[in-house]
């Protein structure tokens, strides 16, 4: 028996746009749906079918197989149901023929592996042909008596009760709220039907801490706010693989705090992270190409870069063609490259490259604009989360911790990558670098 979960994630969204790559705890949502997918033991493959690379390149990297999605079957008015029952059909033609499907939806970033298990129980052993995750509710409804007016501007009429009679809560039984995260069927009576709900249809009651659904931009905020509380693991996405093929980062706010100190002569000193430094010795020894970009002019801003030994510009007031040169002159594809800011003036850079990321305590507008949130603060480890989730994306990368923690000699392309040459007075300004 083979028990499939399949995860609709188009690339166009009506809401909130982007949504399905809009991380919660500094993971993207499609992300989030893959994971709880895994963590259940009675789902043996989970898939995303998807119309945008960037979202296929985010399932793959949280652990999913990825269907193409045909364009007709991608916009605003097609059905769940459709983009499932071509997957379905991509996925037979592949070998594997499952006997219970699990329709998931990026929306819900809080969906838990044993109640989707929970689902799977039902239908599998033959209770359900079809079942959905819901809440109890003992919330009194009503609609408006006339369909033809202003909703709320009219008389209303009671749809769930007697609204001449008012039970206690104790009193009464509970009426069920689908959450929208998850359904449950049996395969062949899905093909059968077309439709979700079929046959002996139950609910897979859930907590309503796990019900949060994401239609809206504040939605999407609160999720992202209590995501820390919610997650089960504490360390929200830090694991998860980052696959770019070369990283930029800004200065200020991400290899320091966003501080500075100033002397009573004047001069300006940063303090920067020692595990931040490894971090990036971890790129290079990837083959990994590294780049500083900063409108700061401070020397220190160089020196750092040369201490890393990699490249930097600074004093760069459009970061936005520096980057865009710099990608061009080296051949990389923007959507595999990371940049990594924390203020205004990194949206520009970050809506160019395919994974815009941000520390925790970046601008809110620089947050939503990121695809992943790193949970480590500026100049305190976010360079070293970087690199290893960057490093987790590759299998050949696993041995470069360890190789460069032991001291052992390179094996990797990384060796050929120069030394950023210091740039004028970064020589004298290596040692205001304080090394925390």
Known sequence: MTNVAIIPARGGSQGVPGKNLRPVGGVPLVARAVRACLAARRVDRVYVTTDDAAIGAAARAAGAEVVERPADLAGHTASSESALLHALDAIAASGVDPEVTVFVQCTSPFIRGEDVDAGVALVAGGTADSAFSAVETYEFLWRDADPSQQPGTGPVVGQNHDARHRPRRQDRRPDFRETGAFYVMRTAGFREHRHRFFG????????ELSSLEIDTVEELALADAVAAVLDRSGEPAAAAPIDVDAVVTD???????????LDQDGRETV???????LGVSFLRRAGVPVLILSREQNPVVAARAAKLQVEVRH???DKTTALRQWMDARGLDPARVAYVGNDLNDLGPLSL???PV???EAHPSVRRAARVVLSRPGGQGAVRELAER???SR?????VVSEVSSGAPAAHPATAIPAAAPEPAAAAALGTVLRG
């Open 271 to 277: 303090r920067v992270s020692r595990s931040d430094g």
């Open 251 to 261: 200065f200020d706010g991400v290899h320091t705090a966003d501080t500075a100190y």
């Open 358 to 360: 941000t520390v925790p």
């Open 315 to 317: 004093g760069v007031l």
């Open 200 to 207: 002996r249809t139950q609910v897979v009651p859930v907590s």
């Open 395 to 399: 299998p050949e990368w696993v041995g």
């Open 353 to 355: 490259v395919g994974w």
């Open 390 to 392: 960057v490093l987790a």
